[in-house]
């Protein structure tokens, strides 16, 4: 590629940031003014006008999606990639560090990756060991704890002077936590950087070798990173490296979990010479929509202060929808999705955005009711869910025999006769004598210290298992090696022996993890060719975070929270559940600084949409299982009424669209098919009855009705001819 065509498109403003002499600089620039496409044209004119090696780059984003989306772009402008380039996140660079020099950062070469859920357990587990009052001290409060102090870079020793009283205890269980994992081989997400930070400071000649090494360096979304992840980057940083932040001020939200905006005042102080770049031009959204998140965000004192101009058309204008409650709500976003469907638009293009995980549940329904394909980001993330989380431990137990976490976790999963008992008692040993469950176990089986038969005979067995399916798959592909384990466990028959929609749920998941994996063996390759496949794909489904991923190539809309819209971009935006109360949510309400980020949120929220933007409240909502009466929030207070189109729900016809969506997952509703929930129906054998509930779509579609004669049923669809009654 010549210079000419590498900065084809991009402005003046963009062409001298991706151009620039090599010196530190910081991108300051509101939403769609183009950081994220000024960060990737600078690593292509790097290496192909500045001739940069491309191992000589450090890339770092936040999301394994953001990840994703550089390396897409960069292979579009270059062509494609070595996977040995440093692109990633904070998280996954930390683990190819430590990967690497596993024996200086104290750590086992077969170390595992454990998320919040298993840091719950184990905490949990401790928590009660240590004789202390669960209801006292909460895991999630130690968890707190823990993760605060060690983004702070504070360890155990490094906390002399406790500032209450009660922190004595916390100390006590953040040391016994630390010394479980360090036993174990385990490492939770705030460690992984901090031992990076510490494994560079306790050795300089490895963190010299890498400033050798690393020539630039570049970060995007700079506003969210907190002291740990700027002391990081400070550090790998060297002599003669150069850095190349990007970030808008206006966009930081994630204050709640530590993130400084005044870390990028520290980049202009700490770092030499450091100079700011300013885009202007926003190339994302119409100018009606650019203006009204330019007003709303003037709200907050204190910006850096950025001016943002679009040439782009007025557009149409923002519609408020007042919906009568919840369900109305969803039926008005979902209506709105089927008429851009028939005027040519994909279902990709629509996002539904939101506060509140939970804040999914009822657009859910309403989607699934009316066969449009839809996906969820990070709410329940795919390698969070039960199943695969089951059959990651497994993996995980036969990768590494002293993972307590999954022990515990699969030692009776399917149900094999070992009971809380024999666990207790395995945990008693393990305690006494310092060793790991597996360990603990093999010594209980020796000296036939347990009393019941049974239990020995099951135990024994789950071991023999455990060993013969390293022993059997360890030759074979990744795929192979879970479908095995999936069937010689016995987790794939006891899902497919769940009732009804959950256990048919779970193995469709199942199936998913064998795509994943089948995928993930042809163009396999985490960074090290010779990493074992297994421990690889285990380190990245722990690092994953987009969630959700795995249907990349499916036509569906995206529902996600705001704060996992950063950086994204829709044609078409809904913002839901926008009262007072939700969001501004009810804790940030008296508080300034805590407003000003809801703020800022709303900012992120809106700038994601390119042509069309629809806000929409209730009137009337159950929430914690109460009747909420909420105000419409006041950032649609704050925005102009020249950009905005009210609409009540008063005033709106039901419309009731017949849906015929001509994608490959085709369903179509045919209007006597479209039945609602509370809505009486009829069947030919079980009578009149009352919908409860709708599944799935198209011809796995179940409607669950209680009839009045039969009680409860799920029907599908396709077969029950229901008439509307
Ligand atoms: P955010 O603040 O949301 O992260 P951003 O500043 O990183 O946004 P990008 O995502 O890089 O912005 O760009 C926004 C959109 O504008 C993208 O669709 C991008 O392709 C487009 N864009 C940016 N610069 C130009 C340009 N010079 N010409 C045409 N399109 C552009
Ligand atoms: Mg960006």
């Known amino acids: 590629m010549n210079i000419h065509r590498l900065c084809l498109f991009l402005n003046n403003q963009q062409r001298a940031a991706v ?11 509101g939403a769609g003014s ?58 996954s660079l930390s683990h190819r560090f430590l990967c690497s020099h596993h024996i200086m950062a104290n750590l086992p070469k077969d170390f595992q990756i454990i998320d919040t859920e298993d840091q719950m357990r184990l905490l949990r587990r401790l928590i009660q060991s240590m004789n202390l009052d669960l209801k006292q001290w909460t895991p999630r409060q130690g968890l707190w704890y823990i993760n605060t102090n060690k983004e702070k870079g504070l360890r155990p020793n490094h906390i002399h002077r406790v500032s209450y009283p009660i922190e004595k205890t916390w100390l006590r269980i953040y040391r016994a936590y630390q010394d479980t994992c360090d036993r174990l081989g385990l490492v939770d997400f705030s460690e992984l950087l901090l031992r990076v930070y510490e494994l560079w400071r306790s050795h300089p000649a490895i963190l010299d070798y890498y400033h050798r090494i690393f020539n630039t360096i570049l970060v995007d979304e700079f506003q969210d990173t907190n002291n740990m992840q700027y002391d990081w980057m400070r550090s790998i940083s060297g002599k003669s490296s150069h850095v190349m932040i990007v970030g808008d001020d206006d966009q930081s939200i994630y204050g709640w979990r530590g993130a400084k905006i005044s870390n990028m005042q520290s980049f202009l102080k700490d770092f030499p010479l450091a100079t700011v770049i300013r885009l202007e031009r926003n190339y994302r959204s119409t100018s009606n929509i650019l203006e009204a998140a330019n007003i709303l965000i003037s709200n907050n004192n204190g910006r ?43 279902l990709s293009e629509c996002a539904v955005l939101y506060r509140n995980n939970a804040q999914s549940l009822e657009i859910e329904k309403v989607l699934s009711q009316r066969g449009i394909v839809y996906q969820v980001y990070g709410g329940m993330r795919f390698f969070q869910r ?20 999954s022990f515990e976790r699969i030692i009776n999963t399917p149900t094999r006769g070992i009971g809380i008992r024999t666990l207790e008692v395995i945990r008693q040993l393990s305690r006494e004598y310092d060793l790991p469950f597996w360990e603990a176990s093999k010594k209980l089986l020796k000296d036939k210290a347990l009393a019941s038969r049974l239990a020995s005979t099951s135990l024994q067995s789950f071991m023999e298992l455990v060993d013969s399916l390293e022993e059997v798959t360890h030759t074979m592909p990744l795929y192979a090696q879970i479908e095995r384990m999936l069937k010689d466990s016995g987790l794939w028959l006891m899902y497919l022996h769940k009732n009804g929609e959950n256990g048919q749920r779970r193995i469709e998941n199942l199936k998913e993890l064998i795509n994943t994996t089948r995928q993930y063996d042809s163009h396999h390759a985490l960074y090290d060719k010779h990493e074992v496949p297994l421990r690889a794909f285990l380190a990245q489904s722990m690092l994953e975070a987009g969630g959700g991923s795995v249907h990349k190539s499916q036509d569906s809309v995206r529902l996600m929270t705001m704060h996992s819209s950063k950086g994204l971009e829709f044609a078409q935006v809904f913002i839901i559940g ?54 419409p929030s006041r950032f649609i207070g704050e925005i102009p009424s020249k950009y905005i189109k009210n609409v009540h729900y008063s005033a709106r016809a039901t419309t009731n669209i017949p849906y015929h969506y001509k994608g490959t997952n085709t369903v179509s509703m045919v209007s006597n098919n479209d039945v609602r929930i509370i809505q009486r129906v009829q069947h030919e054998i079980f009578g009149l009855g009352t919908v409860m509930d709708t599944i799935g779509c198209g011809k796995k579609r179940r409607i669950q009705v209680n009839f009045d004669d039969y009680g409860v049923k799920w029907l599908l669809a396709s077969y029950a001819k229901l008439k509307l009654s």
């Open 386 to 405: 039960q199943e695969i989380k089951d059959a990651i431990a497994y993996l995980r137990l036969i990768a590494n025999r002293n993972d307590d976490l």
């Open 578 to 631: 926008m009262e007072e109360g939700i969001f501004p949510g009810q804790i940030s309400l008296n508080d300034a600084g805590g407003l000003e980020e809801e703020r800022r949120l709303a900012y992120v929220g809106i700038t994601r949409a390119m042509v069309k933007l629809t806000l929409t409240y209730a009137i009337n909502r159950r929430l914690y299982g109460q009747e909420c009466l909420h105000e």
């Open 304 to 346: 850096l202060g950025k001016k943002l101009w679009t040439n782009l058309a007025c557009g149409e204008l923002i519609t408020t929808y007042c919906a009568r409650d919840a369900f109305d709500e969803a039926c008005f976003v979902a209506d709105g999705i089927q008429v851009w469907v028939q005027n040519g638009g994909l």
């Open 19 to 29: 151009s620039a002499p090599r010196t530190n600089f910081l991108v300051l620039a």
């Open 34 to 91: 183009g950081k994220t496409r000024v960060l990737v044209h600078r690593i292509a004119w790097l290496i192909e006008v500045e001739k940069c090696s491309p191992q000589s780059i450090l890339a770092v984003t936040f999301t394994t999606k953001a990840a994703e989306e550089i390396r897409e772009r960069l292979e579009e402008l270059i062509g494609l990639l070595q996977n040995s380039m440093w692109i990633g996140t904070f998280h």
